[in-house]
């Protein structure tokens, strides 16, 4: 399928940072992170707050991961260049964004 990139702002305009576990079908085809069902939710929630475009979504996981819910998901997340990636993204977006 291929990488699940952020959703959002990264014009230095976020206010609001959401980070998911990893995508689904939905997400997987479109290459972008909150666009099936759970992120219709949460699009409406911050909607129904005022929040319509000063947001960033990022997901723990670029890819998806078959039944992640394990100790090997948890160190894949915890260590090594999986962990730096979202890190340098997260530096980026706290470095950029108040």
Same mark, same amino acid.
């Given at each position: 399928?291929?990488p699940l990139f952020y959703r959002g702002?990264?014009?230095?305009?976020?206010?609001?940072?959401? +980070?998911?576990? %990893?995508? @689904?079908?939905?997400? @997987?085809?479109v290459h972008r992170a909150f666009t099936?069902?759970?992120?219709?939710?949460?699009?409406? &929630?911050?909607?129904? +707050?005022g929040i319509t475009s000063s947001y960033?979504?990022?997901?723990? &996981? +670029?890819?998806?991961?078959?039944?992640?819910?394990? %100790?090997?998901?948890? %160190?894949?997340?915890?260590?090594?260049?999986?962990?730096?990636?979202?890190?340098?993204?997260?530096?980026?977006?706290?470095?950029?964004?108040?």
């Amino acid at each position: 399928m291929g990488p699940l990139f952020y959703r959002g702002r990264l014009d230095g305009t976020a206010r609001v940072l959401l +980070v998911g576990q %990893e995508g @689904a079908t939905d997400e @997987a085809l479109v290459h972008r992170a909150f666009t099936g069902g759970t992120g219709q939710k949460v699009q409406s &929630f911050l909607n129904s +707050v005022g929040i319509t475009s000063s947001y960033i979504f990022i997901n723990t &996981f +670029v890819y998806s991961i078959y039944e992640q819910y394990d %100790e090997f998901a948890r %160190e894949l997340a915890m260590s090594g260049s999986i962990r730096d990636h979202r890190n340098q993204i997260l530096q980026k977006i706290f470095n950029e964004n108040d």
